[in-house]
């Protein structure tokens, strides 16, 4: 790398445009054989089949993506600056879009023109997953740049994503400066504090990806009797009673979450919030089953935010059966002209197929529903149009008529 040429990998003739136009992923089938040996993690560059550069990235034979591209330009020096600038500039946009927050996603790979690199701040503890071989292979070089630009009290790594096989590397926890949090790591999220487990809570700790929604459904909770189905930490929950719910439920089949769920609500003095550990679509089917359901047990909001149903375009069909099916149930709980917060987390699932699920649940339950909100992640997972596995989290409000 210091001062060498690069490695060469060329492109098959018609190969170039997808990735000039902005996607950073070089397939292993849109390139020639190698011409000469190229070690895993290494810095390449790519040209077109007429010679002419397309960029520079890191190189693995393991991957479907042989080269994961980081640069336009001819030359990519990969140190502790260039880590640097990279963060800062997507700092940058945290700023801007979510002034005052404190903990948030600090870069979200491809849509930080960082492949294969996640970096969450939860307060003062970094959070770092690596799922390329090269970012992987450079940590030190990210732990550093992160030192200088955070002074953290510690990094930590959670590489437990299972794409990291895919790549020929091991799942691993590691802390990787400083000193992890002893149990809980307390966060602000919003207005209100919640308690984060690095080695029990989901992605790097918790949903960052939700944390613009949450307010802004709590803020449509005034007065209202809500349900939180897949309620895990209690995010829509909480926000909801801060918001001025008069009666909060919170349903998750984690035991775990639910017991932090409630723990939340202590912390930040919300009452009139219960959170009962049990398969959400039983806790439906067993509440909404009576043909008469009471008004009393009606509910005014309900949000609904599952896990992904399916992680691969094969199972989507089961994925959508999945969907129709808590849909069905959650708008019979509902009160006419309540509202319904619901979320799609897969990349696979698109935004209309999602409505469309919706609507075929609501015409079975007899339901005209009006859209009133549009959801999407929040802006610290930023989205770039011509990089579609960026987009993934999608989520509407419909108001039942009355
Ligand atoms: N709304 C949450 C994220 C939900 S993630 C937030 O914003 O933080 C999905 C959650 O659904 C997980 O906590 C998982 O434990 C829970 N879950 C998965 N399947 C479930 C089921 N069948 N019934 C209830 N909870 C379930």
């Given at each position: 790398m210091?001062?060498?040429?690069?490695?060469?990998?060329?492109l098959?003739?018609?190969?170039?445009?997808?990735?000039?136009?902005?996607?950073?992923?070089v397939?292993?089938g849109?390139?020639?054989?190698?011409?000469?040996?190229?070690?895993?993690?290494?810095?390449?560059?790519?040209?077109?089949s007429?010679?002419?550069?397309?960029?520079c990235?890191?190189?693995n034979?393991k991957?479907?993506?042989?080269?994961?591209l980081?640069s336009?330009?001819?030359?990519?020096?990969?140190n502790?600056?260039?880590?640097?600038?990279?963060?800062?500039?997507?700092?940058?946009?945290?700023?801007h879009a979510?002034?005052?927050?404190?903990?948030?996603?600090v870069?979200?790979?491809e849509s930080?023109?960082?492949?294969?690199?996640?970096?969450?701040?939860?307060?003062?503890?970094?959070?770092?997953?690596?799922?390329?071989l090269g970012?992987?292979?450079?940590k030190?070089?990210?732990?550093?740049?992160?030192?200088e630009?955070?002074?953290?009290?510690?990094?930590?790594?959670?590489?437990?994503?299972?794409?990291?096989?895919?790549?020929?590397m091991?799942?691993?926890?590691?802390?990787?400066?400083?000193?992890?949090?002893?149990?809980?790591?307390?966060?602000?999220?919003?207005?209100?504090q919640?308690k984060?487990?690095?080695?029990?809570?989901?992605?790097t700790?918790?949903?960052?990806?939700?944390?613009?929604?949450?307010?802004?459904?709590?803020?449509?909770a005034a007065?209202a009797?809500?349900?939180?189905c897949?309620?895990?930490?209690?995010?829509?929950?909480?926000h909801?009673?801060?918001?001025?719910?008069r009666?909060?439920?919170g349903?998750?089949?984690?035991?775990?979450?639910?017991?932090?769920a409630?723990?939340?609500a202590?912390?930040?003095n919300?009452?009139?919030?219960?959170?009962?550990?049990?398969?959400?679509?039983?806790?439906?089917?067993?509440?909404?089953?009576?043909?008469?359901?009471?008004?009393?047990?009606?509910?005014?909001?309900?949000?609904?935010?599952?896990?992904?149903?399916?992680?691969n375009?094969?199972?989507?069909?089961?994925?959508?059966?999945g969907?129709?099916?808590?849909?069905?149930?959650?708008?019979?709980l509902?009160?006419?002209?309540?509202?319904?917060?619901?979320?799609?987390?897969?990349?696979?699932?698109?935004t209309?197929?999602f409505?469309?699920?919706?609507?075929?649940?609501?015409?079975?339950?007899?339901?005209?529903?009006?859209?009133?909100?549009?959801?999407?992640?929040?802006?610290?997972?930023p989205?770039?149009?011509?990089?579609?596995?960026t987009?993934?989290l999608?989520?509407?409000?419909?108001?039942?008529?009355k």
């Open positions: 210091n001062g060498e040429p690069l490695k060469t990998v060329y098959k003739p018609r190969e170039a445009d997808r990735l000039r136009a902005g996607h950073p992923w397939y292993y849109e390139i020639t054989p190698l011409r000469e040996p190229i070690t895993d993690g290494e810095c390449v560059q790519v040209l077109d007429r010679n002419h550069l397309v960029g990235g890191l190189f034979s991957s479907k993506i042989r080269v994961r980081l336009r330009r001819e030359k990519l020096t990969l502790t600056e260039f880590f640097k600038n990279r963060i800062e500039t997507a700092l940058e946009v945290r700023r979510m002034p005052g927050a404190t903990s948030f996603r870069v979200n790979a930080d023109f960082l492949s294969g690199l996640i970096i969450d701040k939860y307060e003062d503890v970094l959070v770092l997953q690596t799922t390329s970012m992987d292979q450079r030190p070089l990210i732990v550093e740049a992160l030192k630009i955070f002074h953290p009290t510690a990094v930590l790594e959670k590489n437990d994503s299972p794409s990291r096989t895919f790549e020929g091991e799942m691993v926890h590691s802390t990787l400066y400083g000193t992890a949090p002893a149990g809980d790591q307390l966060i602000r999220l919003n207005q209100l919640f984060v487990n690095f080695d029990s809570g989901h992605k700790g918790c949903y960052l990806d939700q944390q613009v929604n949450y307010k802004k459904v709590g803020d449509m007065g009797r809500v349900l939180d897949f309620c895990f930490l209690g995010g829509f929950a909480l909801a009673a801060k918001g001025g719910a009666e909060v439920i349903i998750d089949q984690s035991e775990t979450a639910i017991k932090t409630s723990e939340g202590k912390l930040n919300l009452s009139g919030c219960t959170f009962i550990n049990a398969n959400a679509f039983d806790w439906l089917i067993e509440h909404a089953k009576n043909t008469e359901i009471e008004q009393k047990d009606l509910f005014d909001l309900i949000i609904l935010d599952p896990p992904s149903f399916t992680r375009r094969h199972s989507v069909d089961a994925a959508l059966n969907y129709k099916e808590i849909h069905l149930r959650a708008l019979k509902l009160r006419p002209g309540g509202t319904l917060a619901t979320f799609c987390c897969s990349h696979h699932v698109d209309q197929s409505q469309n699920v919706i609507l075929n649940a609501a015409f079975d339950a007899h339901k005209i529903l009006r859209r009133t909100h549009i959801y999407s992640q929040s802006p610290d997972h989205i770039i149009p011509v990089i579609p596995e987009e993934y999608k989520g509407f409000a419909f108001e039942v008529a």
